[in-house]
């Protein structure tokens, strides 16, 4: 299955707007639909098969796992939480490797010191600027294919303020990174300033929930980012949904009830991938009776 090229809609000026999928069974639904672009969250994937904060907790093994799964699973193509490539220069070179083997088109790497947490919670530590250019070095050269983007992100908003974060932005872009990420901006009018002053493509974050306001994508562009992720969407939404469900079980006793709307086995099954399993029943079936 060829998936669609990152670099070439962004060279294409395609806005890229890429939902969360934060487990398998979202990434099945969302094989319904044309989505062209997904992004692995480190806070969904680590919460949805560990049930552990974004804490710097997960392991790369346990990370590279999941994306790998994920990119198998899913028709979109995925751009990849990388935390801050688990470790040092020799960590991040073997993360990129590892990543890009799983399949992902793009690679994030953050600039925290380990252990690295949620880009919108409180206590982030933030490694020299000098410390972070040489692992975006790093992470350009270990790619084998130049299809793989590597992505740049700063956690620095809080900690060295706004125009801290700006120059490492401006930093990064200069160090090679294809994509500049400034996390957690607080304000419409830094969004704006920093599309304008950093002269590469800007990913921005709607976490719902975070520090950085929600706007659509359209409003996006026109600010003047290139790409965008939603990484809380679906894990949001099936929170919820997990909650409502439970909520209407207690009260009725059953599964079954207009409080809650379920989603069609018969047409989870088809996504899932088990009339290929009859099919292949059906053809190497014998009468086990004949012997």
Not at 63 to 77: E, I, Y
Not at 150 to 170: C, F, K, V
Not at 279 to 286: G, H, K, L, Q, S
Request: proline content about 4%; aromatic content about 8%; charged content about 25%.
């Amino acid at each position: 299955m060829t998936k669609p090229s990152l670099k070439a809609a962004l060279a294409a000026g395609k806005f890229v707007a890429a939902p969360g999928l934060h487990d398998m069974i979202t990434a099945a639904v969302a094989n319904r639909y044309d989505i062209d672009f997904a992004y692995a969250s480190g806070y969904w994937m680590t919460a949805s098969a560990h049930g552990l904060p974004d804490a710097g907790i997960a392991t790369y093994s346990q990370m590279v796992d999941r994306v790998a799964t994920l990119c198998r699973v899913s028709k979109a193509a995925i751009i990849a939480d990388a935390d801050t490539g688990y470790g040092g220069l020799l960590n991040v070179h073997h993360t990129v490797r590892g990543y890009e083997d799983a399949g992902v088109v793009g690679v994030q790497i953050e600039d925290q010191e380990f252990p690295k947490k949620c880009g919108h919670t409180p206590f982030k530590r933030v490694v020299p600027v000098i410390d972070m250019v040489e692992k975006i070095k790093v992470a350009c050269e270990a790619r084998r294919s130049p299809e793989t983007l590597i992505i740049a992100r700063t956690d620095a908003r809080q900690s060295e303020g706004y125009e801290g974060a700006m120059a490492r932005g401006l930093a990064f872009a200069e160090a090679g990174a294809d994509v500049i990420f400034l996390e957690a901006l607080e304000s419409e009018d830094e969004m704006r300033d920093a599309c304008k002053r950093i002269r590469a493509p800007m990913m921005a974050n709607m976490a719902d929930g975070g520090k950085t306001p929600i706007r659509s994508a359209k409003e996006l562009e026109e600010i003047g980012y290139a790409m965008a992720i939603y990484p809380s969407m679906t894990g949001l939404a099936a929170a919820q949904a997990a909650a409502t469900a439970l909520e209407a079980f207690l009260e009725h006793g059953t599964s079954q009830t207009p409080a809650q709307p379920l989603f069609d086995f018969a047409e989870f099954n088809q996504l899932i991938g088990f009339p290929e399993v009859w099919d292949f029943e059906r053809r190497w079936a014998r009468d086990r009776k004949a012997g």
